[in-house]
């Protein structure tokens, strides 16, 4: 599993659904088999946002779904997210209601705190060039080093994590984050599901793991 940091004011979440639908028109009683994996992304929705009796407001998470001719986008933002349940079926047919949106380069919202445009990982990245960039993967750095004395790594500032579906992200892809400059940094050796990923990274902000490390 491959993961992006980019640090920003709010906590972003960036994942990748390289076979996810662009279309609204999966079964939610077969999320798994009739919409490109999507209900990988709703377990990620849930790992990002869900705490007990609530949801985190400073979250922000950007859904990359290539499983059509043309690439699509879905943000949710936590201040003014709505309707959200811990389970997989509500969170997918809140992206079912987002996709049957008609899709421009701006972005329109469906629901709200849920917003959907056209574009891919490029037009992400364009959003958040301002943000520093971090691309977990199991044989980079180990991220609890990042501050370190010395090292020009802080993770203080905007932040931002981009994560990869069960396939990983493409050489295309890997050369797109490259370029923006990101650095490659490592939750451990194991190979980790997205939504593991995501609840880690939340544990490690709200524990200053970073500092401590």
Not at 48 to 73: M, N, Q, W
Not at 149 to 161: V, Y
Request: charged share 20%; with cysteine; glycine share 8%.
């Amino acid at each position: 599993m491959y993961l992006l940091l980019v640090f920003r004011a709010m906590r972003n979440f960036i994942v990748v659904g390289h076979k996810a639908t662009t279309t609204p028109s999966f079964s939610l009683e077969d999320i798994p088999g009739t919409s490109g994996r999507l209900d990988i992304l709703c377990r990620a929705v849930t790992a990002a946002f869900v705490i007990s009796h609530g949801i985190r407001k400073d979250v922000c998470v950007y859904l990359v779904l290539l499983g059509g001719e043309i690439p699509k986008t879905i943000r949710l933002v936590g201040e003014t997210l709505r309707h959200l349940n811990p389970d997989e079926r509500t969170t997918a047919a809140l992206l079912k209601k987002a996709l049957a949106v008609p899709a421009t380069p701006e972005w329109a919202m469906s629901t709200s705190g849920i917003f959907v445009r056209t574009g891919g990982l490029a037009e992400v990245l364009t959003d958040l060039k301002d943000a520093k960039l971090i691309y977990l993967r199991e044989d980079g750095a180990d991220i609890r080093g990042l501050d370190a004395p010395g090292k020009d790594s802080s993770l203080s500032g905007e932040a931002a994590f981009i994560l990869g579906d069960h396939t990983g992200m493409t050489p295309e892809e890997e050369a797109l984050i490259e370029q923006a400059g990101a650095r490659v940094v490592s939750l451990g050796a194991t190979s980790l599901h997205a939504d593991h990923c995501i609840v880690l990274i939340n544990w490690f902000l709200d524990t200053n793991v970073f500092m401590s490390g």
